[in-house]
């Protein structure tokens, strides 16, 4: 068993710096594309064994650290009940959005096994294949609100803030119920197998520190508090949050590219680990140019034990699979370690 | 003639903190809704009357400090006979993207007079009517060439981003023919009135801080040196970029929501003035949420000379008016100084 990405979680020396990517079992690799065809993502993962595949794919194709499984933040939303659609190159669209505590009602806590059996079922299936860790994921309490709130994405999740900002008890139950199910998700997902698990808050780096601190950080410290498995927390556009972010008890922290990751470590505190934070959009350039900025991400984390290598967001449709398989290798190779 | 904005930018005290919000002349007014209709933001701006009376609109509403000029950042790169339409609810689309050294060689240098004189003409009737300073601007380079390379809006910046990495001369010619339109526009502009000028480069927060100094920031630093008028430099979500964005010389920068002004200021250096703050959206919410947040903001502020009161972006189109004629007041009731 690969345990590079474990060991660099708990911050150990490890033999290389583990990598994976976000997004990994995605649109840039054909065998994806085909699989996948029209299927809605929510349709794909209700078919474990699609969702298995999906999930190997990328592994099959260069050697990554770990598997991150197949599925979609709004999985555990669509559980419980409330009407979503992935719309392709859109995004989450909820019919019916949630704006007050009416709307926050229909949001029943998730039970696991009777709500979301396939997503579960999946990953039982890909523990047996894996010989690296596997990756659950939940959406965080913001990113989740914002889709339920705004009925889709946002560029500047304004019915949100106000419902945030004017309404702060139909905002705590919203909070409250994303937080359980979000909690609920992750528990169900490490019991089911998954060694690792990372809360993508994706678009809380859209707050002021002091509304994320006051109207959001409780509730993701309520979903990475105590859990069974090691935990990233994961947001784009972070720089001002990292502090808080690390407050909320992850054993790592995802960072963007926007914060050179030894600026982002000093922020974080030393006690944690860091993932990242090559910009998606670079891959997607010659592989000269992936190869100066990989390198430029290898010298700001340093000779460190706690180092992930990511992206600093999901990869690009568009992006060559050789520049990702090169920087697999490029990492592996570049920290090498004889005492790992 | 109030002179606020321009001894605040110059860092002299001031009897009140100046006050003007980005996109002032928009769509929250019914009266801009009525004028504008369904005239494209280019039609309008080639109307000199019509501008005028956008531009004045937000001042009857509220006793701004500042008018800014009804234009868009693509008037200039239109001007010079690059295909450009600003569709309502997406932003600048270009047919003919700019994507190598050919397309960039369709970018000749702006003749402002003879090229846009509609928008002159709007700044010298402004010029008679106003007794706070007009403000001009122009779109920073990097976010010039995000809507040329791309073609329009976009997420990633993904094409933009290759091209700047992996053809430097191309993108060092894209940079030139931009800074010079650029340049010209806003020395035009101060010829023709506009006391003050503005550089939007909105979306250079998207860059890693080394991909912005070494590829955009020289750019910068030559539209912005030696101005004959005082000067703000604007982007989203620039808070690693804050310093370096100092280093293109102007005597503001403007900071969006996502850095408090205190920390915002130590990054860009107490021998600049600042601008901003306020997350648009809380504009949208209840006026108490506004009152809170806003507070805020002058407290980061503090009081040191040379902080100019706005919005972190642009008003947003459901912005109630009330709120930000109730904003002005407080910004000027709060910071009246006797000995300003």
Aim: charged share 25%; aromatic share 6%; net charge negative.
């Amino acid at each position: 068993m690969n345990d590079r990405l474990l060991r660099a979680l708990r911050r150990e020396p490890v033999d290389r710096t583990p990598v994976w990517f976000m997004r990994q079992a995605g649109r840039y690799l054909s065998e994806y594309r085909e699989l996948r065809g029209d299927r809605d993502i929510l349709e794909a993962v209700r078919e474990p064994e699609v969702a298995v595949e999906l999930t190997l794919q990328p592994l099959r194709r260069m050697p990554l650290d770990a598997a991150v499984v197949f599925a979609d933040i709004m999985v555990p939303i669509d559980a419980v009940g409330i009407g979503v659609r992935i719309e392709p190159g859109v995004g989450p669209v909820v019919d019916d959005p949630i704006r007050d505590a009416a709307g926050v009602a229909r949001l029943r806590p998730l039970e696991p096994e009777t709500d979301e059996p396939h997503a579960l079922e999946a990953i039982r299936l890909l523990r047996k294949e894996l010989s690296v860790p596997l990756i659950g994921f939940a959406g965080g309490p913001f990113t989740l609100a914002s889709y339920l709130v705004e009925g889709g994405p946002s560029r500047d999740h304004a019915r949100t803030k106000a419902m945030m900002l004017e309404d702060p008890g139909a905002w705590a139950s919203l909070m409250d119920a994303l937080a359980g199910i979000a909690r609920a998700h992750l528990l169900a997902q490490a019991e089911a197998g998954a060694k690792v698990v990372q809360l993508f808050d994706s678009w809380a780096g859209a707050l002021s520190p002091e509304d994320y601190e006051a109207s959001v950080l409780p509730w993701s410290r309520r979903v990475l508090e105590d859990l069974p498995v090691p935990s990233i927390h994961f947001g784009v556009g972070t720089g001002e949050l990292l502090g808080p972010m690390a407050g909320a008890g992850s054993n790592a922290i995802g960072v963007d590219w926007r914060v050179p990751l030894d600026r982002a470590w000093e922020r974080i505190g030393h006690d944690r680990a860091i993932q990242g934070n090559l910009d998606p959009a670079v891959c997607t350039a010659s592989w000269s140019a992936v190869e100066r900025a990989a390198t430029r991400v290898l010298e700001r984390a340093g000779a460190r034990a706690g180092h992930v290598f990511n992206l600093g967001h999901g990869v690009l449709p568009n992006t060559p699979v050789e520049n990702l398989q090169r920087l697999v290798d490029l990492v592996h190779e570049r920290t090498a370690r004889a005492d790992g």
